[in-house]
């Protein structure tokens, strides 16, 4: 069974960075890209980026409204993505969840969240 | 960006009823569209892919069509458990953006 599990999550102040961490188990985690969606509370999903396996270069993508701040990076030995975030923003408080990407386009499954919340 | 709106932004209905969701993309997307479900308190869960591919494990009377700029996810027969919101997804071209969600109540 394919699982994912986030952590890393938890208050802080404006300003200051967060790093979350994603672990995969049940699939070949270097075959895949892994993305990251966020849910601000009461709100809808943003898609907040990618990074594509080792076989498509481990390139990146970013939603603008983190791009230049947040970081996703990968360590296929040990099956984690991660989410550096940097430079936080009220705005981003969110369910943050980490997701695996498949066929061109989708997410699927998801892990369980966790909480970041941005403030003073 | 590609802009993705959705109707109706809520509907009640009983249980047994058939269950139609619209979704619009501001520009043509084939059939790059998927379709989630979140339940509450829940991650959500992909139903359809690629416009009218129904995701392993998820109930036939899940269904998706469309292409272009406008699809449609149906619930052929509602059940309680399908009580959720649920959001459109386009996968043409970054960055992916999500409808804004509609919520399904059971009547």
């Known amino acids: 069974e394919v699982q994912l599990v986030e952590s890393g999550g938890g208050l802080v102040q404006p300003g200051r960075s967060l790093r979350l961490s994603c672990t995969a188990s049940?699939?070949?985690?270097?075959?895949?890209?892994m993305s990251w969606v966020r849910q601000a509370p009461g709100k809808g999903l943003e898609w907040v980026g990618f990074?594509?396996?080792?076989?498509?270069?481990?390139?990146?993508e970013y939603a603008a409204s983190v791009k230049g701040r947040f970081t996703i990076s990968r360590d296929d030995s040990k099956s984690f993505a991660y989410l550096q975030m940097n430079s936080l923003k009220t705005e981003d408080t969110a369910v943050y969840y980490c997701?695996?990407?498949w066929g061109m386009g989708w997410f699927d499954p998801w892990g369980q969240g966790t909480l970041v919340t941005v403030s003073s | 960006d590609i802009q993705m709106t959705q109707s109706p932004s809520s509907v009640s209905a009983s249980v047994g009823d058939r269950v139609t969701i619209t979704c619009r993309a501001s520009?043509?997307?084939?059939?790059?569209l998927g379709w989630y479900q979140q339940k509450p308190g829940k991650a959500p869960k992909l139903l359809i892919y690629?416009?009218?591919s129904l995701q392993s494990g998820v109930p036939s009377r899940f269904s998706g069509s469309g292409s272009g700029t406008d699809f449609t996810l149906t619930i052929s027969s509602l059940q309680p458990e399908d009580l959720a919101t649920y959001y459109c997804?386009?996968?043409?071209?970054?960055?992916?953006?999500f409808g804004p969600g509609t919520k399904v109540d059971i009547k």
């Open positions: 049940g699939f070949t985690f270097g075959d895949y890209a």
């Open positions: 520009q043509g997307i084939s059939s790059w």
């Open positions: 990074i594509r396996s080792k076989a498509y270069g481990g390139t990146t």
């Open positions: 997804q386009q996968a043409n071209s970054f960055p992916f953006t």
């Open positions: 997701t695996k990407y």
């Open positions: 690629a416009a009218s």
